[in-house]
């Protein structure tokens, strides 16, 4: 079984910074892929950012160059770091990772990019 708890998420100003954690149960973690997905009110859920037990990372286009995904296998943890955030990354994000026995969620953290 896998858990997965984020954490960060907050009001920020258009231009701003915030960095989302999301900490995983089980030892499964170093040999998974990690992912960050977001959803908008009234849009579909979309990928953000993957980052592979390797660290090789992928993102999607209107993120490139402004956040960056990262795993601390130590602490069972990934993190999103934003910055120049804007208003159309506000969303819930929510952390993922599928396993062999299931595809496990996060139960989300509000991201709000506001003035």
């Known amino acids: 079984q896998v858990q997965l708890v984020e954490s960060g998420g907050g009001l920020v100003q258009p231009g701003g910074s915030l960095r989302l954690s999301c900490a995983a149960s089980?030892?499964?973690?170093?040999?998974?892929?990690m992912k960050w997905y977001r959803q908008a009110p009234g849009k579909k859920r979309e990928l953000v950012a993957a980052?592979?037990?390797?660290?090789?990372?992928d993102y999607l286009d209107s993120v490139k160059g402004r956040f960056t995904i990262s795993r601390d296998n130590a602490e069972n943890t990934i993190y999103l770091q934003m910055n120049n955030l804007n208003a159309e990354d506000t969303a819930i994000y929510y952390c993922?990772?599928?396993?062999?026995?299931?595809?496990?969620w996060g139960q989300g953290t509000q991201v709000t990019v506001s003035s």
């Open positions: 993922n990772t599928v396993t062999k026995n299931g595809d496990y």
């Open positions: 089980g030892s499964i973690f170093s040999r998974n892929v």
């Open positions: 980052i592979s037990s390797g660290g090789i990372t």
